[in-house]
């Protein structure tokens, strides 16, 4: 387990990167950072093999004259947020394809999605709901659509966080063809699920968050065990959501950003070009 978060990319690497402040807002300026987004983003219906309501998604296309990767980024447990939103923006700056469905979609009030539910609560309880079967269902039901797109390369993977994180590593677990995955502040899926990965997988966790990082060292080693590409790393002080939350733990969130962003980005362009 590595800690820190300095070790496996050079450390002027990530100083020039942090240098520019070239990471995805705190939750508090997602609003603003997306509403003066130059980059194209667009609202997509993506229909369910199985029929049912359409994966309600958010899609952001980067400026660039190559095809791309598509990165799926999977919400919290507070559901496709205006962060989530901001979190693909970014990714799509940094020449990925982001696509970010809202896995509630016909779970909500009236079969809508994450904005139909009356509070935060709310959304958290309709989350709660949905088994790993149909979390990956939708997951794949999107990524097929995604890579299909003209300006796609056919490459694809996943981030997600805290119960997005989660699904993340699940995923890499139930799709066989996805060529990377990033967890933030997730828990892995049972040891026997390991060996189906064929995915790389690099985490990111909080030191002060014992919950899910005190399940990383186990992880480690069945995932060595299974011969499966693990890379963890721990942030010194940093709490869960530090990505979200950059305000918190006493700048300890904030200096976990600047270490984990710029390694997720550079280990989604090895992945996906």
């Known amino acids: 387990m590595r800690h820190a ?64 990767g598509v990165v799926l980024v999977i919400h919290e447990i507070f559901g496709l947020s205006d962060w989530i939103r901001a979190v693909a923006d970014q990714l799509a700056k940094e020449g990925f394809i982001a696509v970010a469905p809202d896995l509630l979609s016909g779970k909500g009030p009236g079969g809508g999605g994450t904005e139909s539910a009356a509070s935060r609560d709310d959304v958290v309880k309709l989350v709660q709901t949905l088994t790993p079967e149909e979390t990956n269902a939708r997951l794949s039901a999107v990524r097929e659509w995604a890579i299909k ?13 805290c119960w ?11 799709q066989p063809l996805l060529n990377a995955a990033v967890v933030y502040y997730g828990t892995a899926p049972p040891d026997e699920s390991l060996a189906a990965i064929k995915a790389p997988v690099l985490g990111n966790y909080g030191g002060d968050d014992a919950r899910v990082t005190a399940t990383v060292a186990s992880t480690e080693a069945a995932m060595k065990k299974a011969g499966k590409a693990y890379e963890p790393h721990v942030y010194d002080g940093a709490g869960h959501g530090f990505l979200r939350q950059q305000t918190g733990k006493e700048g300890a969130n904030l200096k976990a950003t600047r270490a984990a962003w710029p390694r997720t980005i550079a280990f989604l362009k090895d992945a996906l070009k």
């Open 5 to 68: 978060g300095f070790l496996a990319v050079p450390f002027f690497v990530l100083g020039s990167l942090a240098a520019a402040e070239d990471i995805p807002p705190a939750e508090e300026q997602a609003k603003a950072t997306l509403e003066k987004s130059p980059r194209h983003g667009e609202w997509i219906d993506v229909k369910m093999p199985s029929g049912g309501a359409p994966i309600k998604t958010w899609v952001v296309y980067p400026e660039r004259k190559e095809k791309a």
């Open 149 to 161: 797109l003209p300006s796609a390369n056919a490459r694809s993977a996943t981030t997600g966080f």
């Open 164 to 174: 997005g994180g989660s699904a993340s590593f699940a995923y890499a677990a139930a």
